[in-house]
């Protein structure tokens, strides 16, 4: 069950609970005062205790004083999504350029995934040919399943990563794993070294994958989080066609250097995110208040709200984000996943059962052996095969583009539902 709140007529309320000015926390929950029973057994949560969290004296004081500011400012019930213009009058809070600019530079490493996907597609009947590695089946599917193997891996230790070298600093750790893994498999001159690569490429794509969304939330407005965040997952679809164009490209050229070719294109994007770290994107502003860096993420924040902003007002509500997160942490810890609530239960199973689900309906499989499926349903081999498979990869393309659009204005669950008709 997720932290229930208690508060009174009197109490002021936190940024995320009034609506403040600017809401650079959307999933901000919790108030700063509350408590916890932390004698309840954990038979007294599985009937259903609401949890309670405390945070530190240190911050009562601060909090109550930040609060309070918060609730003068929202005197005016100014939407949390609108920026006061001084005292003259309001304006709806706009994407600037500089965010859409960070945005796209994050979704660049998303492309590696989706040139992974497409490449293998258009190169897996190249790695059977008996003139190059001439690999067997179970061999093909082992090298092609295994990537969300050591994705996964790669995705647990993202986190620590992250948290000690900032965002950017995960990004090209990323990139570095993803272009040493991709020269490894180039140059393979049989399968386990094709599988070592392939081990890199697996790692790099759960570092960075696993950082996209949380850079791209953390440098957009929340009014466009959703719609922003969906530009790594259209950022994967492109990559895809950009893997069946590969195999378009070297049609003509020799089996055994086709497919070591095709491999070797897929350094171009994470050398061109790397740059991009080092020259275009900013830290994370989140990451730099919670590394005490304040002044750095206020001139981040600048580029990311238009002028006229209280950057001073959304450094405190991150503020405050932060600190509240940290005491939910401290208060419920593993106990709220081994001893669930019955309705922190159901969450669970609705989160982690609708992941699962979108992996158990075999779309990465279909992606991956596309050609032979196409084969087998008597597409003509050559170009006309790689057309219908670019052509397949633009048409989920163009869904997942309206999908980004309607998502902010539809919700999410409307859409999973329509989803689920595709699946029957």
Request: net charge neutral; glycine share 8%; proline share 3%.
């Amino acid at each position: 069950m997720t932290p229930t709140l208690s508060k009174s007529k009197n109490e002021p309320q936190s940024p995320s609970s009034s609506h403040s000015n600017y809401d650079f926390d959307n999933n901000e929950t919790t108030t700063n005062s509350i408590e916890m029973k932390k004698s309840e057994s954990p038979d007294t949560r599985k009937s259903g205790t609401r949890f309670k969290f405390l945070e530190n004296d240190d911050h009562d004081n601060d909090n109550d004083d930040d609060d309070n500011n918060i609730d003068n400012n929202n005197s005016n019930n100014i939407s949390r999504d609108d920026v006061a213009e001084g005292s003259s009058g309001v304006k709806k809070i706009k994407v600037s350029k500089s965010t859409y600019l960070f945005v796209f530079c994050a979704a660049l490493n998303s492309c590696n995934l989706g040139y992974d996907i497409g490449v293998n597609t258009s190169a897996a009947k190249l790695l059977t040919d008996g003139d190059s590695l001439g690999l067997t089946d179970n061999e093909l599917e082992l090298f092609m399943g295994s990537l969300n193997l050591f994705a996964a891996i790669g995705a647990i230790f993202a986190s620590s990563i992250s948290d000690n070298y900032g965002r950017r600093g995960a990004f090209v750790v990323a990139a570095i794993g993803f272009i040493f893994g991709v020269l490894i498999q180039s140059f393979a001159r049989s399968f386990a070294i094709l599988m070592i690569g392939r081990v890199f490429v697996g790692l790099g794509i759960g570092f960075g994958l696993a950082i996209d969304p949380i850079y791209i939330a953390e440098v957009s407005p929340s009014r466009y989080r959703g719609r922003l965040v969906t530009w790594s997952e259209i950022a994967v679809n492109i990559g895809i066609v950009f893997g069946f164009a590969s195999g378009l490209f070297f049609y003509n050229i020799e089996p055994d250097l086709a497919w070591r070719y095709m491999f070797a294109c897929g350094i171009i994007l994470p050398c061109l995110l790397i740059y991009c770290v080092i020259r275009v994107m900013p830290e994370s502003p989140r990451y730099l208040i919670s590394k005490g860096k304040d002044q750095e993420a206020k001139d981040v924040l600048e580029k990311i709200y238009p002028n006229g902003t209280d950057i001073d007002m959304i450094v405190k509500e991150i503020k405050n984000g932060i600190r509240r997160e940290i005491a939910a942490e401290k208060a419920v810890g593993w106990e709220m996943i081994f001893y669930p609530t019955p309705a922190f239960r159901r969450m669970l199973l609705v989160g982690v059962g609708s992941a699962v689900a979108q992996q158990l309906v075999g779309i990465d499989a279909i992606q991956y052996f596309m050609d032979f499926i196409l084969e087998r349903a008597g597409a003509q081999e050559g170009v006309q095969r790689i057309m219908t498979l670019i052509a397949l990869g633009v048409l989920k393309l163009l869904v997942i583009i309206f999908a980004g659009k309607a998502f902010d204005k539809k919700g999410r669950r409307p859409l999973l539902f329509l989803s689920l008709i595709g699946k029957k």
